[in-house]
């Protein structure tokens, strides 16, 4: 476990909820990722984001899922690509990510409380 913090910490960080709408390869990626765009909704928009999700995704599947992101964090330069939130997810037993995502659906730009 890591040092505890106070709920007013975790309240700045803004997760929210958005649909992959488009996904293509990034093959300048120094390690496989693909490069993604997610709707989160009117307040915040489209976002591009790059995700190292080649393992258990392919560019086909990842269309239209529902995913957790970041989208309070300064935009992060990636070789050619600017990534503008982090995608959340989890490492699996191979260290392979796993995206973080709601069970149900949700519109899209919500905030997770």
Not at 71 to 88: A, D, K, M
Request: charge should be negative; proline fraction near 7%; charged fraction near 25%.
């Amino acid at each position: 476990m890591t040092e505890t913090i106070a709920y007013a910490d975790f309240e700045r960080v803004d997760i929210r909820a958005g649909t992959i709408v488009e996904a293509s390869p990034f093959p300048e990626a120094r390690k496989p990722a693909f490069k993604i765009v997610i709707d989160f909704g009117s307040e915040i928009g489209l976002k591009k984001s790059s995700a190292q999700i080649t393992v258990h995704y392919t560019l086909e599947s990842l269309v239209g899922r529902q995913v957790l992101g970041v989208v309070n964090f300064p935009p992060r330069q990636i070789g050619p690509f600017r990534s503008e939130v982090l995608t959340l997810g989890f490492e699996d037993e191979n260290g392979d990510i796993v995206l973080a995502a709601v069970d149900k659906p949700v519109p899209n730009g919500k905030k997770m409380l």
